[in-house]
Nanobody, 128 residues
Framework: EVQLVESGGGLVQAGGSLRLSCAAS????????IGWFRQAPGKEREGASC???????YYLTSVKGRFTISSDKFKNTVYLEMNSLKPEDTAVYYC??????????????????????WGKGTQVTVSS
């Protein structure tokens, strides 16, 4: 059974930093794509960043230059380093994965059709 468990969320002031972790189990790190998605109150879920097994990366325009996604295959963990946080980054952040090869942009943009495994999410709150 594939499980994705997020951690690292919390409350931070604007301009601060957080690092989210997504620990994957029951998941074979062959061809895959894993990403971070977020949903703010009253808004639709969106893909913040995705990384594929070949190392290709996609970032949502609004987070580019501030967020960094990385993976540690030995720890089966994907990280999202978030710097220069803004109040508009406040959301529940979800980790999601697909056990197949695809473009990280496709995974992040068309996640409803492609991402079959989801974590329960971690809250990130950025105060002004």
């Amino acid at each position: 059974e594939v499980q994705l468990v997020e951690s690292g969320g919390g409350l931070v002031q604007a301009g601060g930093s957080l690092r989210l972790s997504c620990a994957a189990s029951g998941f074979r790190f062959g061809d895959y794509v894993i990403g971070w998605f977020r949903q703010a109150p009253g808004k639709e879920r969106e893909g913040a960043s995705c990384i594929s097994s070949d190392g290709s990366i996609y970032y949502l325009t609004s987070v580019k230059g501030r967020f960094t996604i990385s993976s540690d295959k030995f720890k089966n963990t994907v990280y999202l380093e978030m710097n220069s946080l803004k109040p508009e980054d406040t959301a529940v952040y979800y980790c999601a994965a697909a056990a197949k090869s695809m473009s990280p942009k496709v995974a992040c943009v068309h996640f409803e059709d492609n991402m079959g495994y989801w974590g329960k999410g971690t809250q990130v709150t950025v105060s002004s």
